[in-house]
């Protein structure tokens, strides 16, 4: 097959990272952090993040607050996550040792192939993660952007939960592309924006927030459960002290989680990404320190699979039902400064699920970039064969490519693999939506 010379294993590897980049719709949408060290098979990486505090702030008339009682808590919460996952890709050595020249690594269809393939990967990873993480999901689950209002109804949420107007993306798929496009074609004019979008398509801004298309936004399938009437609340009084549910406690997004105890008919299962409500649980604004206005029920997540046994079954849930001058202590502050809804919900209150039983739900997704991390860590340089790194420029994303041959076999081959894991760190950061 010929020599592969240093230079050329340079310009592969420059131009499957520069294709693996460009093709990433993810890149701007979240937080990519690249930590110090190699990973190997056998080393990962834990990361403990921290989550900032908020306070209950009163007001005084006619002098300041007495604090001989003492000063308020302090609950910093955190989320702990790892770096244990690589995507590969690879190819044959004939596909690579005809790659000798800039010109030729630009045409190559398998280093095309190779490098797209890899970045839509990454992308449906990384958008499962980031999309079905959300507590907040406007619309009905099913039906096609093709208003404005069906995109501003989940900028109006992100503003209800306290979301600043900084570094927000809507990401939707090529039929909301094509039925937005339609409706801007069809406004009265014709003007200038409905013959541009005639000929280049919808692209741009949409309610001023950058709009990006994709095919790689996950697809949900709802579990057994019946929408209605069928789980119960067990017990009242399942509310928790921020406190106790501000530390992650276990790996990858459960800060601000909690376990909700059910009655449930015959055996059903509980997917996670689920999304519901509870009668009188309503939302609350912990910054104004009042009901969510309008008034609108809180809906919370399923953050882990279930399934029901003998008419029983405990779901994880976010966010935690955390109800203003509950708790006992400094808790009282703490957990009105932290409050998510404005009551618990009653002994046999019944959940009301999005979605029909065993449904495919397909959201859209509204994301501010700090919502979620991808944590990168280049892969160990082998010992034997020939390889080499290199970071992408755009995001910390080390790509390792590794040459090999096999004496006995006398097979060839080149892989390109990356270490990364996304996690979910601030879920209230994120909403799905939906046409209606």
């Given at each position: 097959?010929?020599?592969?010379?240093?230079?050329?294993?340079?310009?592969?590897?420059?131009?499957?990272?520069?294709?693996?980049?460009?093709?990433?719709?993810?890149?701007?949408?979240?937080?990519?952090?690249?930590?110090?060290?190699?990973?190997?098979?056998?080393?990962?990486?834990?990361?403990?993040?921290?989550?900032?505090?908020?306070?209950?702030?009163?007001?005084?008339?006619?002098?300041?607050?007495?604090?001989?009682?003492?000063?308020?808590?302090?609950?910093?919460?955190?989320?702990?996550?790892?770096?244990?996952?690589?995507?590969?890709?690879?190819?044959?050595?004939?596909?690579?040792?005809?790659?000798?020249?800039?010109?030729?690594?630009?045409?190559?269809?398998?280093?095309?192939?190779?490098?797209?393939?890899?970045?839509?990967?990454?992308?449906a990873?990384?958008?499962?993660?980031?999309?079905?993480?959300?507590?907040?999901?406007?619309?009905?689950?099913?039906?096609?952007?093709?208003e404005?209002?069906?995109?501003?109804?989940?900028?109006?949420?992100?503003k209800?939960?306290?979301?600043?107007?900084?570094?927000?993306?809507y990401?939707?798929?090529?039929?909301?592309?094509?039925?937005?496009?339609?409706?801007?074609?069809?406004?009265?004019?014709?003007?200038?924006?409905?013959?541009?979008?005639?000929?280049?398509?919808?692209?741009?801004?949409?309610?001023?927030?950058?709009?990006?298309?994709?095919?790689?936004?996950?697809?949900?399938?709802?579990?057994?459960?019946?929408?209605?009437?069928?789980?119960?609340?067990?017990?009242?009084?399942?509310?928790?002290?921020?406190?106790?549910?501000?530390?992650?406690?276990?790996?990858n997004?459960?800060?601000?989680?909690?376990?909700?105890?059910?009655d449930t008919?015959?055996?059903?299962?509980?997917?996670?990404?689920?999304?519901?409500?509870?009668?009188?649980?309503f939302?609350?604004?912990n910054?104004?320190?009042?009901?969510?206005?309008?008034?609108?029920?809180q809906?919370?997540?399923?953050?882990?699979?279930?399934?029901?046994?003998?008419?029983?079954?405990?779901?994880?849930i976010?966010?935690?039902?955390?109800?203003?001058?509950?708790?006992?202590?400094?808790?009282?502050?703490?957990?009105?400064?932290h409050?998510?809804?404005?009551?618990?919900?009653?002994?046999?209150?019944?959940?009301?699920?999005?979605?029909?039983?065993?449904?495919?739900?397909?959201?859209?997704?509204?994301?501010?970039?700090?919502?979620?991390?991808?944590?990168?860590?280049?892969?160990?340089?082998?010992?034997?064969?020939?390889?080499?790194?290199?970071?992408?420029?755009?995001?910390?994303?080390?790509?390792?490519?590794?040459?090999?041959?096999?004496?006995?076999?006398?097979?060839?081959?080149?892989?390109?693999?990356?270490?990364?894991?996304?996690?979910?760190?601030?879920?209230?950061?994120?909403?799905?939506?939906?046409?209606?």
């Amino acid at each position: 097959m010929g020599a592969v010379t240093a230079e050329q294993q340079k310009l592969v590897l420059n131009s499957f990272a520069m294709v693996l980049q460009n093709n990433l719709v993810s890149a701007e949408a979240v937080t990519w952090n690249e930590y110090d060290g190699e990973m190997d098979d056998r080393n990962g990486l834990q990361v403990l993040e921290q989550i900032t505090p908020r306070y209950n702030i009163t007001r005084t008339e006619n002098g300041v607050k007495d604090l001989s009682a003492g000063t308020d808590g302090t609950v910093f919460g955190s989320e702990l996550f790892e770096v244990t996952g690589t995507f590969n890709a690879n190819m044959g050595w004939g596909d690579f040792v005809k790659i000798k020249t800039i010109g030729q690594a630009r045409e190559s269809k398998a280093l095309l192939g190779a490098a797209t393939s890899l970045a839509e990967k990454i992308d449906a990873y990384i958008m499962q993660i980031a999309t079905l993480g959300s507590a907040d999901w406007l619309g009905d689950g099913i039906t096609s952007v093709d208003e404005w209002v069906d995109a501003a109804a989940a900028y109006t949420r992100l503003k209800e939960n306290g979301v600043d107007d900084s570094e927000l993306s809507y990401i939707m798929n090529y039929t909301d592309k094509m039925k937005l496009g339609d409706q801007v074609v069809k406004l009265p004019g014709p003007d200038a924006m409905s013959t541009s979008t005639f000929r280049k398509g919808f692209t741009g801004e949409l309610d001023g927030i950058k709009t990006m298309f994709t095919n790689q936004l996950p697809v949900m399938t709802t579990g057994t459960r019946l929408a209605t009437a069928e789980a119960l609340i067990n017990g009242a009084n399942q509310f928790v002290n921020y406190a106790d549910v501000a530390k992650a406690g276990t790996v990858n997004g459960r800060h601000m989680t909690q376990n909700l105890v059910l009655d449930t008919a015959g055996t059903k299962t509980y997917k996670a990404g689920e999304v519901f409500t509870l009668p009188g649980v309503f939302a609350y604004d912990n910054r104004k320190q009042a009901p969510v206005t309008p008034a609108r029920l809180q809906q919370f997540t399923v953050i882990a699979d279930a399934t029901a046994v003998a008419g029983a079954v405990t779901l994880v849930i976010f966010p935690a039902i955390i109800v203003p001058g509950s708790g006992a202590g400094d808790n009282i502050n703490i957990n009105t400064a932290h409050a998510t809804v404005t009551a618990a919900p009653a002994d046999n209150a019944v959940l009301t699920f999005l979605g029909a039983p065993s449904t495919a739900l397909s959201p859209r997704l509204l994301i501010q970039k700090p919502a979620v991390v991808v944590n990168t860590v280049p892969l160990i340089l082998p010992a034997s064969d020939t390889s080499m790194r290199r970071r992408l420029t755009k995001i910390p994303l080390t790509v390792r490519m590794w040459q090999h041959s096999d004496f006995y076999t006398g097979a060839h081959g080149v892989r390109f693999d990356v270490a990364l894991n996304a996690n979910i760190r601030e879920r209230l950061r994120t909403a799905r939506f939906n046409g209606s």
